[in-house]
């Protein structure tokens, strides 16, 4: 997929961005536990060695999660693919690390690691704003076929979901409520991730374009869904 991005890496919008990011106090703040069991999940999925979940702030990018480069809290918003993925008005892009590919970040970091192929999807808030992305990372250039992107536009969408329930759990002084949220999410998530390990086994790798994998998935992805939309009806009501 060719990307045509902006001219400047600020979006015209940023204000109301930044506002909405800081909203949910969440930027720089310590791991929790649901965000790791989705980015783990996502490499699976995608066979990717990195897996990340991004917030874009006005200087830096915030990793939330992050597997396969363990240690890293995150990058100056001018070295983050993230801070030029977020610009694009489309749920998925797939960019490659050339300079010439995208003129708004340093790629040095990411060269100097070797990698080759980027596919986010921007985490979507209720009001629209575009605070980070769900991104997949390998050392191989490749592209991601229309079922691929499906799949991660409808994960991103649940890690955005699941940051307004936390949200709202501790915007109502129910800590223990999101505590509780993170142990079944994360539980739904440990038995999906077993089902892909078993597909993977299986079938010597995974392709989401096979119509019962395709299905197998889709299906956890709604079952997350489910218990998200319970726990925000429940916490909005006693709201």
């Given amino acids: 997929m060719s990307i045509t991005y902006p001219e400047h890496l600020l979006p015209a919008d940023e204000a109301i961005r930044l506002r ?73 892009i797939t960019s490659d690390y050339k300079a010439e590919s995208c003129q708004l970040i340093k790629p040095d970091v990411a060269q100097a690691l070797g990698l080759n192929f980027y596919a986010g999807s921007a985490l979507r808030m209720p009001g629209g704003a575009r605070i980070g992305m769900l991104a997949v990372i390998g050392r191989e250039y490749r592209t991601l076929s229309s079922t691929e992107e499906d799949v991660l536009t409808r994960l991103a969408d649940l890690v955005s979901r699941t940051i307004e329930l936390r949200f709202q759990y501790l915007d109502a002084d129910q800590a223990d409520h999101w505590d509780a949220a993170q142990q079944e999410l994360s539980g739904t998530i440990d038995d999906n991730a077993a089902l892909t390990r078993y597909l993977v086994t299986r079938n010597h790798g995974i392709n989401l374009d096979d119509p019962e994998i395709q299905d197998l998935v889709l299906r956890r992805l709604a079952g997350i869904a489910k218990v998200l939309d319970r726990r925000l009806r429940e916490v909005l009501a006693v709201g």
């Avoid at 106090?25 to 536990?33: F, K, L, S, V």
């Avoid at 990058?75 to 998925?92: F, G, K, N, Y």
């Fill in 20 to 92: 909405a990011l800081h909203l949910y106090q969440i930027a720089g703040t310590a791991p929790e536990p649901i965000f790791n069991e989705y980015v783990a999940w996502a490499a699976q999925l995608f066979s990717t060695p990195i897996s990340l979940i991004s917030l874009v702030d006005d200087e830096y990018v915030h990793f939330k999660a992050v597997t396969g480069a363990e240690g890293v809290p995150g990058l100056p918003r001018t070295e983050s693919m993230c801070s030029a993925a977020i610009l694009v008005d489309t749920p998925i």
